[in-house]
């Protein structure tokens, strides 16, 4: 099984700040490396796929980066909407993992 | 517009059994792979099992190996997750999405909240 080990587990940020997350997988996934946003009480929405592509409708502000074992996603002047939980997410394998979650918070 | 619609959580009594639906919306429901991942309360996101397009494949998370199964009727445009021997640690939001290991998880339902408890 591929692990995913997301840092920090809380980012604690201002307005207009930049977030960078990170995600490290225990063996190699390509690029197969997605990440996810989840706001409270709201089902995951995928932001990020194959590790720098952006999904439908998601705003520039948001990139990915990396392969093989370590990702990235950057999160350019943090918008109130964006202070939530991102997941990154593994496909390259079964079974399919998640990593643990990164809180972003308004500082 | 695209949209799958999770149904059939509820209350259950350990070791009862529920079947979960996922009805599929807006797209061509028979050309892509479907998955259920699942989230428990205050806990991140947990891969439960996905299905081919076609039906046949299927793939399981181990923990859930032999009580839950995973079907899908193209002709109704829907996915089903079968779950038996239901303990308290099955009690979270099923969450179904487009997507497995051929292409990303990119469309997801709003979930469906399965609670087990006596």
């Known amino acids: 099984e591929i692990v995913l080990t997301q840092s920090p587990a809380t980012l604690s940020l201002s307005p207009g700040e930049r977030a960078t997350l990170s995600c490290r997988a225990s063996?190699?996934?390509?690029?197969?490396l997605a990440w996810y946003q989840q706001r409270p009480g709201q089902a995951p929405r995928l932001l990020i796929y194959?590790?720098?592509k952006r999904a439908t409708g998601i705003p520039g502000r948001f990139s990915g980066s990396g392969s093989g074992t370590d990702f990235a996603l950057t999160i350019n002047s943090l918008e109130p909407e964006d202070f939530a939980v991102y997941y990154c997410?593994?496909?390259?394998?079964?079974?399919?993992?998640f990593g643990g979650g990164t809180k972003v918070e308004i500082k | 517009e695209v949209q799958l619609v999770e149904s059939g959580g509820d209350l259950i009594q350990p070791g009862g059994s529920l079947r979960l639906s996922c009805a599929a919306s807006?797209?061509?429901?028979?050309?892509?792979?479907m998955t259920w991942v699942r989230q428990a309360p205050g806990k991140g996101l947990e891969w439960v099992s996905s299905?081919?397009?076609?039906?046949?494949?299927?793939y399981y998370a181990d923990f859930v190996k032999g009580q839950f199964t995973i079907s899908r009727d193209n002709s109704k445009n829907t996915a089903y997750l079968q779950m038996n021997s239901l303990t308290a640690e099955d009690t979270a939001i099923y969450y179904c999405?487009?997507?497995?290991?051929?292409?990303?998880?990119?469309?997801w339902g709003k979930g469906t909240t399965v609670t087990v408890s006596a």
């Open positions: 999405a487009r997507g497995a290991m051929s292409t990303t998880m990119d469309v």
């Open positions: 807006g797209f061509t429901y028979n050309n892509y792979a």
């Open positions: 299905i081919g397009s076609a039906g046949v494949s299927k």
């Open positions: 063996q190699s996934v390509s690029s197969y």
């Open positions: 194959d590790a720098s």
């Open positions: 997410h593994q496909r390259n394998s079964w079974p399919l993992t």
